[in-house]
Nanobody, 113 residues
Framework: QVQLVESGGGLVQAGGSLRLSCVASGTIFSMHTTGWNRQAPGKQREFVATITSSGATNYADSVKGRFTISRDDIKNTIYLQMNSVKSEDTAVYYC???????WGQGIQVTVSS
């Protein structure tokens, strides 16, 4: 059974930083493309970042230069380091494994201005 669990969300001031974590069981992150999406209130879920099995990364233009996705293969965990956050980054963030199409339950990130 595949399970992805996010942590690290919460309330942060604009301009601050936050790091999200996503630990997996039942799948091996290092073998697949994994990543983060987000859904803001009243909006559709949107792509944030991905990391491939070889470590190549890709980012949405809206977060490029501010967010960094990374992976710890020993811990079977991916991270999203969020710097210089803005109010428009407020959303529920989901981690996912694109090969298995399993996604976490989501975690709230709220940026206060």
């Amino acid at each position: 059974q595949v399970q992805l669990v996010e942590s690290g969300g919460g309330l942060v001031q604009a301009g601050g930083s936050l790091r999200l974590s996503c630990v997996a069981s039942g799948t091996i992150f290092s073998m697949h493309t994994t990543g983060w999406n987000r859904q803001a209130p009243g909006k559709q879920r949107e792509f944030v970042a991905t990391i491939t099995s070889s470590g190549a990364t890709n980012y949405a233009d809206s977060v490029k230069g501010r967010f960094t996705i990374s992976r710890d293969d020993i811990k079977n965990t991916i991270y999203l380091q969020m710097n210089s956050v803005k109010s428009e980054d407020t959303a529920v963030y989901y981690c996912g494994d694109y090969a298995t199409d399993y996604w976490g339950q989501g975690i709230q990130v709220t940026v206060s201005s």
